[in-house]
T-cell receptor, first 112, second 111 residues
Framework: NAGVTQTPKFRILKIGQSMTLQCTQD?????MYWYRQDPGMGLKLIYY???????DKGEVPNGYNVSRSTTEDFPLRLELAAPSQTSVYFC???????????FGQGTRLTVV | GQQLNQSPQSMFIQEGEDVSMNCTSS?????WLWYKQEPGEGPVLLIA?????ELTSNGRLTAQFGITRKDSFLNISASIPSDVGIYFC???????????FGAGTRLTVKP
């Protein structure tokens, strides 16, 4: 079982560059989430989606965009990368809102 | 007001000891979730609590949803080396879909 798969695992970006973090799940979950985790901190919700075509902002959405064209995929887009976006990004999915969420292994992003 | 205060920040214990950690907030929560994160991995759900006063066990782990709905605790009995990791509490505040995470309790177990 693949579960939640994130790519890439590591990435270094220069300031001002853009990139898309990919997330796909094979559990047919309606709910998907993107979090960031700064060193020594808990996770902060960036965006979430309750189903294909529906997304909403979390606690820290500025500088990010998402789309949900299919149930399986929930990509996170960074436009004009900034050093403050250096973090570990986690994608997660669940069958119901905020219950038993399954997390991917994370993408470690460094902006220099 | 909707922040989760998790304590202690870290714990160093001997194998076989019991562990207790807690999470508090000034806001009411509808759900309390306890996760464990190991290095290089995403968090894994340990226990989910959905009702005030609920006490739930998962093997050597026991968690409770506080009566006031503003706190929760997690106990680990007879700790073993594989309990090492960071434990997070999490939950959506009342009338809010924004899932909040505590800063975590880092547990070290000495054999």
């Amino acid at each position: 079982n693949a579960g939640v798969t994130q790519t890439p695992k590591f990435r270094i970006l220069k300031i001002g560059q853009s990139m898309t973090l990919q997330c796909t799940q094979d559990m047919n979950h309606n709910y998907m989430y993107w979090y960031r985790q700064d060193p020594g901190m808990g996770l902060k919700l960036i965006y979430y989606s309750v189903g294909a075509g529906i997304t909403d902002k979390g606690e820290v959405p500025n500088g990010y965009n998402v789309s949900r064209s299919t149930t399986e995929d929930f990509p996170l887009r960074l436009e004009l990368a900034a050093p403050s976006q250096t973090s570990v990004y986690f994608c997660a999915s669940s069958g119901a809102l905020y219950t038993e969420a399954f997390f991917g292994q994370g993408t470690r992003l460094t902006v220099v | 007001g909707q922040q989760l205060n998790q304590s202690p920040q870290s714990m160093f214990i001997q194998e076989g000891e019991d562990v207790s950690m807690n999470c508090t907030s000034s806001s009411i929560f509808n759900t309390w979730l306890w996760y464990k994160q190991e290095p290089g991995e995403g968090p894994v759900l340990l226990i989910a609590l959905y009702k005030a006063g609920e006490l739930t066990s998962n093997g050597r782990l026991t968690a409770q949803f506080g009566i006031t709905r503003k706190d929760s605790f997690l106990n680990i009995s007879a700790s073993i080396p594989s309990d090492v990791g960071i434990y997070f509490c999490a939950g959506p505040p009342f009338n809010n879909n924004d899932m909040r995470f505590g800063a975590g309790t880092r547990l070290t177990v000495k054999p």
